[in-house]
């Protein structure tokens, strides 16, 4: 029995459990977002953005390995800002990685009971490649996140802080300004108008300058930080929210331009190294190439010269010893035909 036969059902086994995992992850997510388009879903309801469930095991699988209790800090920013508000998103987060990390541990120590010798410590090495990556992939995925759902508040912000201030200029206070906003941005921004939402109900709880730092801290984008600071300055001091936020959209607005300029004029910059590789390949076999076939015929003709010269020279000093040519044979070793007597000679043949 070869090792195939043990590591190929493990390998099949792995695909189809995370292929299944992910089908049902994005079946959830699905009906998640259709359940908040819908005109029927409650508006103070509490927006949540997925689930990291693995049972009643959690708590024991997320003391499996130790977290130091400044990187559990740094988790619970990361899965806030990745949109993961549940009290138990940090215990599930850990149990998850517990649970990808020492699996393939345990799984390559089995298998190397079972395979072959010179095979263990392949299986052992993979066990450990499998299972870095799975305390790693973990925490990548939480940080992709969070940078995407960073990218999204940044493009709807401005558009929300426009509304915003329509919604001021009405008449609407600001949680009743938050709440209208969020209803529109459902649609083109669904993350944006969670937060809102979240914000919203923590500004009627407590009061704006609160809700709007927690927004701040949960999302970690730099725009959101100056917008609380804008609504917390102008309910303080009482002055007129709609002119601020109005100027705040406009130097929103020109910081985004600002940036897209930037990434435009590095985009020529990075497109030069691919240019340089597509065209500087062709462009020396176009102009190299036939100087380097000239060359290469010229150097075989003036060998094929020198042999023959040489050939001659030799002929010359010994003329009674036949040399087979360095270019071919010699027409001297070859010997001639046989004459045909005259009387063999067909009549009218060109030979008479």
Known sequence: MTVWSWIMPLVVFCLAAGITFA?????????????RRSPHHSEAATPSSGELTLGPVAEALARGLPTPEA???????????AGYYQAHALTHYLALRTALTLLPIVGALILALLVQPEWIARVLVGGVILAALGFSLPRAFVVLRGRMRARAIERGLPHA?????????AGMNVP??????????????????????????QAELRNLSFAMQQFADRT?????????VVLGQAERLGTDIAGGLLEYAASMRTALRQQADGVANRASFWMLFPSVLCLFIPAVIILVGPAVLELREFRAFSVREDLRRMH???Q???????????LGPSISAVPPPPA?????????????
Do not use: H
Request: with cysteine; glycine share 2%; proline share 9%.
């Open 161 to 169: 802080v426009d509304m915003l201030t329509l919604c001021l200029t």
């Open 176 to 201: 009743q300004a938050l709440y209208r906003v969020s209803q529109e941005l459902r649609g083109p921004y669904p993350v944006l108008a969670d937060e809102f939402l979240l914000a919203a109900q």
């Open 23 to 35: 089908l049902v992850q994005s079946i959830a997510n699905w009906w998640a977002k259709r359940r």
């Open 316 to 326: 010359q000093a010994n003329p009674q010893t036949p040399v087979p040519s360095p």
């Open 220 to 228: 970690q984008v730099a725009e959101v930080q100056n917008l609380a």
């Open 71 to 81: 990187t559990r800090s740094e988790l619970q920013r990361d899965l806030w800002a």
């Open 312 to 314: 001659e020279a030799f």
């Open 340 to 352: 045909l007597p005259a009387s063999e000679i067909p009549e009218g043949s060109p030979f008479q």
